[in-house]
T-cell receptor, first 113, second 117 residues
Framework: GNSVTQMEGPVTLSEEAFLTINCTYT??????LFWYVQYPGEGLQLLLKATKADDKGSNKGFEATYRKETTSFHLEKGSVQVSDSAVYFC????????????WGLGTSLAVNP | NAGVTQTPKFQVLKTGQSMTLQCAQDMNHEYMSWYRQDPGMGLRLIHYSVGAGITDQGEVPNGYNVSRSTTEDFPLRLLSAAPSQTSVYFCASSPGTGTKRTNEKLFFGSGTQLSVL
């Protein structure tokens, strides 16, 4: 079945460092891919998404490209800030009424000043 | 715009007690769902609803009941709480259903932290 594998954390970086959080997937068909972010004490919110191969989602300086050949959707940011400290979730979407996203386990990011 | 509102934010129960977690959204979303979040296990879908009067089970429905009498509200009921239900619970909603539409943006509430002693 469909699945998502996300790199384990925690990830600790210094401010202005480059960030990569790896996400790979297994799926039939052509699902949409998502990155959600959860700031401390809050619910998840959509960070970016891509709906087809070679699409690049971007938001708040974060980017991820839907790579069908490597079945990946890695999250990147060129220069992280302390305010980026959060847990990041990769998710795989599917068609149908149940909106049953398949979630990665989440990667915790801590950015130190 | 309030979005998705969950109450309470924190709750402590004793084993065997019952309670209802409230969820309300003011965005006229057809789809609503409940997740639980546990360390090392990510997010797991408990129950979901694609419209008023329609509910269905997710991955981990045992021990939980839901109902959807209005578009706005989707309460989650624990009939007899167990320590295994200690978790953080999130309600999420999404606009529209339709068999031809793919998954869309989920809007999450801020969560309810539940401890069952």
């Amino acid at each position: 079945g469909n699945s998502v594998t996300q790199m384990e954390g925690p990830v600790t970086l210094s401010e202005e460092a480059f960030l990569t959080i790896n996400c790979t997937y297994t799926a039939t068909g052509y699902p949409s891919l998502f990155w959600y972010v959860q700031y401390p004490g809050e619910g998840l919110q959509l960070l970016l998404k891509a709906t087809k191969a070679d699409d690049k989602g971007s938001n708040k300086g974060f980017e991820a490209t839907y790579r069908k050949e490597t079945t990946s959707f890695h999250l990147e940011k060129g220069s992280v800030q302390v305010s980026d400290s959060a847990v990041y979730f990769c998710a795989l979407g599917g068609a149908g009424n149940n909106r049953k996203l398949i979630w990665g386990l989440g990667t915790s990011l801590a950015v130190n000043p | 715009n309030a979005g998705v509102t969950q109450t309470p934010k924190f709750q402590v129960l004793k084993t065997g007690q019952s309670m209802t977690l409230q969820c309300a959204q003011d965005m006229n979303h057809e789809y609503m769902s409940w997740y639980r979040q546990d360390p090392g296990m990510g997010l797991r879908l408990i129950h979901y609803s694609v419209g008023a009067g329609i509910t269905d089970q997710g991955e981990v429905p045992n021990g939980y009941n839901v109902s959807r009498s209005t578009t706005e509200d989707f309460p989650l009921r624990l009939l007899s709480a167990a320590p295994s239900q200690t978790s953080v619970y999130f309600c999420a909603s999404s606009p529209g259903t339709g068999t031809k539409r793919t998954n869309e943006k989920l809007f999450f509430g801020s969560g309810t932290q539940l401890s069952v002693l």
